[in-house]
């Protein structure tokens, strides 16, 4: 991953960086995530799997964790990520005994957690790191746990001019959905689904409607691979 000092420059400025190339969409990052988190609620629901605890791997400012605690409604969610300035950002707005925000090294996988959640943080570790990150989150989860992959669909030209337009995106090395099912099943994962999401800006939102029949066209700007730790 990108250096913590590179990320932490982000840190109080990151939403208005992310919604500044974000704007061509007509949304902000508040409709994407919230968006996110409602999907992959309602992919839990069809598959009857409780979310008791979830994990936001690279938290970021911690909105996301805070989303993911309430609309999947968990009991405890921890937020981890590189950024200091981040997390300190994340423990004053969003921290509570229920919803705790750490530094890697701060937290040791245990097995224990039911959700672990990713959104746009793999383009940003280096290939050769990204293993190894699959292996600590495997290890987080508990047998039968899963884990909802996010990312930014390389092959959608509008994702491609957002993430060029972003400043802090400029070091990526974006991962296809292939790539991205092949690195979770070489890490153990058995792949549950893939979707994708996000078809239509906001001029057009009166199609967004129609969005859930056509996640299995690979066009949308992200996309998300839903996995899952074997069952004992």
């Known amino acids: 991953m990108s250096p913590p000092a590179e990320f932490d420059q982000f840190a109080n400025n990151y939403d208005e960086t992310l919604n500044e190339a974000l704007a061509v969409s007509g949304e902000d990052k508040e409709f994407f995530a919230r968006g996110r988190v409602e999907w992959l609620a309602r992919c839990l629901e069809q598959r009857q799997h409780t979310a008791r605890s979830v ?13 993911l605690r309430d609309i999947l409604k968990c009991e405890s ?27 890697f090294p701060d937290y040791t996988p245990d097995g224990t957690v039911d959700v672990v959640y990713c959104n746009g943080v793999f383009h940003h570790i280096p290939v050769q790191e990204r293993d190894a990150a699959v292996q600590y989150i495997y290890r987080s989860l508990r047998p039968g746990g899963i884990f909802a992959l996010w990312e930014n669909n390389p092959w959608n030209p509008g994702t491609q001019y957002v993430m060029f337009r972003c400043e802090f995106d400029k070091d990526a090395v974006k991962i296809s959905p292939p790539a991205a099912n ?37 066009l949308g700007g992200q996309y998300q691979v839903l996995a899952q730790r074997p069952p004992i």
Not at 79 to 103: I, K, P, T
Not at 191 to 211: A, N
């Open 182 to 218: 092949n690195l979770l099943r070489k890490g153990g994962f058995e792949i549950v689904r893939t979707d994708f999401r996000v078809f239509f800006p906001g001029f057009l939102k009166v199609l967004r409607s129609i969005e859930p029949a056509l996640v299995g066209i690979p």
């Open 77 to 103: 969610a921890i937020g981890l990520d590189v950024s200091e300035r981040a997390l300190e950002r994340a423990a004053q707005v969003h921290g509570a005994l229920e919803c705790r925000f750490l530094n």
């Open 55 to 67: 994990l936001d791997y690279g938290c970021g400012t911690g909105d996301t964790t805070a989303l």
